[in-house]
T-cell receptor
């Protein structure tokens, strides 16, 4: 079992819809959780960080964390074609320490 | 300000050659990380520096891989006697030491071993 699991996709949604991306992790000592977006051939770009249970909203993005279920999700509202990318979930025991990444979920937003 | 800078962006080497990859972190960032990303996979941790001290090198796949950060700023990842399985994108990330400050990545070096 991988430490961080994501569905590889592709997840295909129509423009304007809500995209829901999910991630589970195995290390109960994880304290910091991140979502990175990666366009093809580019480096990972941080879009959300979350450290406590519940929801955190930033613009069209909402991150949700449930430590009891060891589950992190990312919701993208009003999806745009420019959101089409691979979304990487990453966890860490400490935000200043190494990240453990999932393999990423490829999101495709259809115009 | 300037982000994390990596060079070269692309490197092609023949099997058995040595290569050196450079990372210039964001100014003032104490922590520096190297990751390896294979095609279709997420980045995998290689090694971690806090200033010039290499605190964790548990992810380095073999003793052919060596990293240094002698003055606590620029870092170099060296791969000796390269093998085809070393072909990947090598990403460098830096962050402040403060809790709650996430890592920011450079554009990476795409290494191809022929």
């Amino acid at each position: 079992q991988k430490e961080v699991e994501q569905n590889s996709g592709p997840l295909s949604v129509p423009e304007g819809a809500i995209a829901s991306l999910n991630c589970t992790y195995s290390d109960r000592g994880s304290q910091s959780f991140f979502w990175y977006r990666q366009y093809s051939g580019k480096s990972p770009e941080l879009i959300m960080s979350i450290y406590s249970n519940g929801d955190k909203e930033d613009g069209r993005f909402t991150a949700q964390l449930n430590k009891a279920s060891q589950y992190v999700s990312l919701l993208i509202r009003d999806s745009q074609p420019s959101d089409s990318a691979t979304y990487l979930c990453a966890v860490s025991r400490d935000s200043s320490y190494k990240l453990i990444f999932g393999s990423g979920t490829r999101l495709l937003v259809r115009p | 300000g300037a982000g994390v800078s990596q060079s070269p962006r692309y490197k092609v080497a023949k099997r058995g050659q040595d290569v050196a990859l450079r990372c210039d972190p964001i100014s003032g960032h104490v922590s520096l990380f190297w990751y390896q990303q294979a095609l279709g996979q997420g980045p995998e941790f290689l090694t971690y520096f806090q200033n010039e001290a290499q605190l964790d090198k548990s992810g380095l796949p073999s003793d052919r891989f060596f990293a240094e950060r002698p003055e606590g700023s620029v870092s170099t990842l060296k791969i000796q006697r390269t093998q085809q399985e070393d072909s990947a994108v090598y990403l460098c990330a830096s962050s402040p030491l403060d809790r709650g400050k996430p890592q920011h990545f450079g554009d990476g070096t795409r290494l191809s071993i022929l």
